[in-house]
């Protein structure tokens, strides 16, 4: 039997399924889910074809290449499309109904991109033939073209492609590197295709110049039953590979590794990655040059202009390319929230995760868990929205690294030289007597602010201060709950700034405490703060969010536009926070704090317990 008549026959088994992505989406940010495969029709035509080349992908070792599609119709449209399936030849399996707006039987597998069949062919619909280029990355399967005419929300399939693959289709990819539980690890994670019972999977490593060793790596993985509801569970699944995390330790402070990826096959030979470096972490309170990159709610995006149906992310590929321009300027970065907006679709974790590699594969990329993430329904999260399309946080929590006592509840510290950081999960409860509560005001209170007098707090939804459109319109500037509960953890243990994401623009707050600024000033504070500086920088790449026509005074800069914050400490005194927009990696907004250690000690409004009269 040829190859086309095995798809034919697959889709003519499929496609008089019933299915739906439609309605199952938990928003209308992911552009996967505008595709209504639910109304598709088997209609395979004879004047329909698509081709694809080259056949075979990463022939010279890469893990992501262009391929050319040359496709045709005889009756073409204007919303001609094209979807990318990968497995080539997919599950035809039926998934039960996982979601009140749902309705089965249901087919299993969404593409993991499309384009439109005009995207780059404007004569497409007079002449009926086009070409496009797509850039594909290795996702442990192969891959097939499928042409549907009657657009996103009534498709019909016309044509389906050739098979193409990658060389070596589990090969190990996309390492993502995380500081460990102590200063003196750094942690490696990586996706392949290998279980355990095939190969065993392994770090070479050691500093640039000297002794090589080997490091094992444990191996998770994830179900579809591990999927709290659809489309993760349904049509968005797609087996995740296996994800490895290998701890590098005892590094010495501030050093250059180099490191590849290591799989042992059980018939003697070794699968590897390509070498790559990183610098360890200072010793918590050393005095050097550290650069620090925080933003949100990046999201990703594709070189190919494939999925962009609302044109959602476009500040995402800005904000990825001025992050790896000035990598040599960078030393870790946080990613603190809204992550890739899989939101259920798992393929997009692959892709993201690709995106970012040139990043993380050289410093540590530090996530906290937002919305997109981890809420779902009745299974604990603090808000009950479908926004993480059924992922509940497993895809996240697996995919990255975090040094956190149980990696299902994402809240944990780090320290990085003079910085200490207190990263908190908006999307589980924070209030008092709950046990986030008390990791917050441990992570706060265990720091020797002469060591490490830099003291951030981080965390997704606005637990401060912003001046946006949404919370304004509800008469507030900040999610219910937040500070009536933090301010006065960050006003006794004297956070110098608390970063937030989830509002997609940049803000930034004179230091306050209790709605009132505790400074003047904007661009210099010389001496204690007394109140905490408020940051929003949520605008990384996921469509921007208004602001609301009045400004509170306590809002000394808002930039309607994508960017992200760096801080730079240059020793115990001397701290400089730029804004810089991703368009141009210029900076837009800055300010210095310079204090010496007396000033952190300082008493202001509740800052300090109460004194004694006695002397
Ligand atoms: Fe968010």
Redesign the pocket.
């Known amino acids: 039997m040829d190859m086309m008549r095995v798809f034919g026959l697959t889709w003519v088994a499929i496609l008089w399924v019933c299915l739906t992505l439609h309605g199952v989406a938990s928003d209308d940010h992911q552009p996967l889910s505008k595709i209504a495969i639910h109304k598709a029709t088997f209609a395979l035509h004879d004047l329909a074809y698509i081709k694809v080349t080259p056949p075979i992908l990463g022939i010279k070792g890469g893990n992501s290449e262009w391929v050319t599609l040359d496709y045709g119709h005889s009756e073409p449209t204007a919303d001609d499309w094209i979807g990318v399936f990968s497995p080539a030849n997919f599950s035809a399996s039926i998934c039960p109904a996982e979601s009140p707006r749902t309705y089965a039987p249901l087919l299993c597998t969404a593409p993991i991109k499309f384009q439109y069949a005009n995207h780059s062919n404007p004569k497409y619909k007079e002449t009926g033939r086009g070409t496009m280029r797509l850039q594909l990355i290795n996702q442990r399967s192969d891959f097939s073209f499928v042409l549907f005419t009657g657009g996103l929300s009534n498709p019909k399939l016309v044509a389906v492609s050739n098979v193409i693959t990658f060389a070596n289709p589990k090969a190990p990819v996309y390492p993502r590197l995380a500081q460990g539980k102590s200063w003196n690890e750094m942690t490696v994670t990586w996706t392949s295709g290998y279980g355990i019972d095939e190969a065993e999977p392994f770090v070479e490593w050691g500093p640039i110049g000297g002794e090589r060793t080997k490091s094992p790596a444990g191996t998770l993985t994830f179900h579809r039953s591990s999927m709290c509801g659809a489309p993760a569970r349904t049509v968005g699944w797609r087996h995740p590979g296996f994800i490895h995390t290998s701890f590098l330790k005892d590094l010495w402070p501030n050093s250059l590794y180099i490191y590849r990826l290591g799989h042992s096959q059980f018939n003697g030979t070794y699968v590897w990655s390509q070498n790559y470096k990183f610098k360890s972490s200072p010793y918590p309170g050393q005095e050097s040059l550290q650069q620090v990159i925080i933003f949100?709610?990046m999201g990703k995006d594709e070189m190919d202009g494939s999925n962009e149906y609302n044109n959602y992310q476009r500040g995402s590929l800005n904000t990825t390319r001025q992050l790896i321009n000035d990598l040599e300027n960078i030393d870790i970065v946080f990613h603190i929230?809204?992550i890739c907006y899989a939101n259920g679709y798992m393929s997009q974790w692959d892709q993201f995760t690709a995106q970012i590699e040139p990043i993380a594969s050289r410093v540590p990329y530090m996530i906290a868990s937002?919305?997109?993430e981890r809420d779902w329904p009745g299974t604990g999260s603090f808000y009950g929205n479908y926004?993480s399309g059924g992922e509940c946080g497993v895809a996240a929590q697996t995919m990255f690294y975090t040094p956190a006592e149980n990696r299902a509840k994402f809240w944990y510290a780090t320290d990085y030289g003079m910085f200490r950081f207190c990263i908190a999960h908006t999307e589980e409860d924070w209030r008092e007597g709950t046990e986030q509560y008390k990791f917050i005001e441990h992570c706060l209170a265990s720091v020797d602010r002469q060591k490490q007098p830099w003291l951030i707090f981080l965390a997704?939804?606005v637990l401060g201060y912003s001046s946006s459109e949404w919370y304004m319109e509800e008469g507030t500037t900040e999610e219910p709950m937040g500070r009536e509960t933090l301010q006065k953890l960050w006003q006794k243990y004297k956070v110098d700034i608390a970063l937030f994401?989830?509002v997609h623009n940049y803000e930034r707050t004179c230091p306050i405490y209790e709605n009132i600024c505790t400074r003047k000033g904007r661009d210099y504070y010389q001496g204690p703060l007394n109140g905490t500086i408020h940051v929003v920088a949520?605008g990384a790449g996921a469509s921007l969010t208004e602001f609301a026509n009045f400004q509170p005074r306590w809002s000394l800069y808002r930039d309607f536009d994508y960017g992200f914050v760096k801080l730079t400490a240059f020793d115990h005194s001397n701290l400089l926070f730029e804004y810089k927009k991703s368009r141009d990696g210029k900076v837009y907004d800055s300010f210095r704090i310079s204090r010496d250690y007396r000033d952190i000690l300082a008493c202001f409004a509740d800052s300090c317990p109460p004194g004694t009269l006695a002397s």
């Open positions: 949100g709610d929230g809204d937002g919305n997109h926004d997704h939804r994401g989830h949520g």
